[in-house]
């Protein structure tokens, strides 16, 4: 599937009950015992016909999305652990796993729409439930957890999905990750392609596949910190790196890679805001990137709820002028007063071919004071980096105190059946 042609008029035509956040699943057996656990989040583009004509449908894998009731795990040789996530009107991502003596893997990804869904599929002609497989998309070792940050993309016919910050592990042995991990081959930095750097630009080269070519990893862009000021004064204070990835069509039929650094210094930051609704706008050369946040007034939060991007792309585009939206997001959430932070690269997904990566952000909406930000309020990854420390020290402690325990023991041992003279 090729959507790019038509990504920009039906790109993310979703309902509000369609969120692209990583979400957490699990499947248990009888007994209570998890045999799959998963964090991710899945991007579809799906190709179907409206009057004759052909249309892409984008949508992202709502947070609700349920496992039951067709996920399993497994019985004996007869049946595959299965992790099945269903969702809207009758659609199923279908994740069938199966395992050897030292590896597991998603044999096979299965995907069943519905076209007679018109909340997806505007104006469908098609009336009738669709089925997308592949094979082997996913291996990693036994007692290991899967992860890939990067955005996989499984191309299947009429379908596109687009997996990122992905972290799975089938069979685990305690009901929770291992903290070993198999990080997957697009997080792995490539030796064989270079980035040919440009001012401020940075350009990879590709090869003629339906993907971009891998690249080496562009060096983090520079923090920068920008503030919006309303009628009561400092209404948006952000501070993070900004980096934005764009994947397109060349005049040549091939897929190329954009990926642009925010130089802090050249970028010019505007925005409005109101009681519940703030925005900021941040312009680079001809490049500019839209935040919008929002108000949640039920529990006094803050949230991202869009992204839109404008750019203009190397004279090999085939389509020169790029944008792209997003309004169905539901990141960077914190308590107003508070700040929201996190050190660790988030992906902000607008579309299947435009994404916005900020680094070591911190952001504070509605309720600022001055240029400083509250208190904080750390971010999932974040804590979650915390855990490896904490847990090294502690058994880097356990085993000193074991070494100091067999030295006392092993010094009593060497005196006894001697008797002082």
């Given at each position: 599937v090729d959507p790019a042609s038509k990504a920009l008029t039906n790109s993310l035509s979703l309902s509000p009950g369609f969120?692209?956040?990583?979400?957490?699943?699990?499947?248990?057996?009888?007994?209570?015992k998890v045999c799959i656990i998963a964090n991710l989040t899945a991007a579809f583009s799906v190709e179907y016909k409206s009057n004759g004509q052909k249309q892409f449908a984008h949508f992202f894998l709502p947070q609700n999305a349920t496992t039951e009731p067709h996920s399993s795990c497994g019985e004996g040789n007869t049946s595959q652990p299965s992790l099945a996530l269903s969702f809207g009107a009758g659609h199923l991502l279908r994740l069938n796993f199966s395992k050897t003596v030292d590896k597991y893997q998603v044999e096979k990804l299965i995907f069943s729409y519905n076209l007679s869904d018109a909340t997806l599929f505007h104006n469908s002609t098609e009336g009738k439930?669709?089925?997308?497989?592949?094979?082997?998309?996913?291996?990693?070792?036994?007692?290991?957890?899967?992860?890939?940050?990067?955005?996989?993309?499984?191309?299947?016919?009429?379908?596109?999905?687009?997996?990122?910050?992905?972290?799975?592990?089938?069979?685990?042995?305690n009901g929770t990750f291992s903290r070993n991990k198999t990080e997957c081959s697009e997080d792995m930095v490539s030796t064989t392609t270079t980035v040919v750097p440009t001012t401020p630009k940075q350009t990879t080269s590709q090869v003629p596949t339906a993907s971009p070519a891998p690249t080496a990893s562009p060096p983090n862009p520079a923090v920068g910190k920008y503030n919006?000021?309303?009628?009561?004064?400092?209404?948006?204070?952000?501070?993070?790196?900004?980096q934005l990835n764009i994947t397109y069509q060349?005049?040549?039929?091939?897929?190329?890679?954009?990926?642009?650094?925010?130089?802090?210094?050249?970028?010019?930051?505007?925005?409005?805001?109101?009681?519940?609704?703030?925005?900021?706008?941040?312009?680079?050369?001809?490049?500019?990137?839209?935040?919008?946040?929002?108000?949640?007034?039920?529990?006094d939060k803050f949230f991202l709820r869009g992204v839109s991007v404008s750019t203009t792309l190397p004279s090999e585009a085939k389509a020169p002028v790029f944008e792209a939206s997003n309004n169905s997001m539901s990141e960077l959430?914190?308590?107003?007063?508070?700040?929201?932070?996190?050190?660790?690269?988030?992906?902000?997904?607008?579309?299947?071919?435009?994404?916005?990566?900020?680094?070591?952000?911190?952001?504070?909406?509605?309720?600022?004071?001055?240029?400083?930000?509250?208190?904080?309020?750390?971010?999932?990854?974040?804590?979650?980096?915390?855990?490896?420390?904490?847990?090294?020290?502690?058994?880097?402690a356990g085993l000193v105190l074991i070494v100091l325990i067999a030295?006392?023991?092993?010094?009593?041992?060497?005196?006894?059946?001697?008797?002082?003279?």
């Open positions: 969120l692209q956040v990583s979400s957490s699943f699990d499947v248990k057996d009888s007994s209570g439930v669709m089925e997308a497989s592949q094979k082997s998309v996913i291996q990693a070792h036994m007692g290991t957890e899967y992860r890939c940050i990067s955005s996989k993309r499984i191309l299947m016919k009429h379908v596109n999905i687009t997996f990122s910050n992905v972290t799975l592990e089938a069979f685990p042995t919006v000021t309303g009628t009561n004064g400092t209404c948006v204070l952000a501070s993070m790196g900004l060349k005049k040549d039929e091939k897929m190329g890679l954009d990926l642009l650094n925010f130089i802090p210094h050249n970028t010019t930051a505007s925005g409005k805001c109101d009681n519940a609704s703030a925005f900021l706008n941040l312009t680079f050369e001809k490049t500019k990137i839209i935040f919008h946040f929002v108000l949640n007034a039920s529990n959430r914190a308590t107003v007063g508070n700040s929201y932070k996190c050190s660790a690269e988030e992906n902000l997904q607008v579309t299947d071919k435009a994404l916005v990566n900020v680094f070591n952000v911190q952001v504070q909406v509605f309720k600022v004071d001055g240029d400083k930000f509250g208190a904080v309020e750390e971010c999932q990854l974040d804590e979650n980096n915390m855990l490896i420390p904490i847990i090294v020290g502690a058994a880097l030295y006392l023991i092993g010094r009593k041992r060497s005196h006894a059946g001697y008797q002082t003279i």
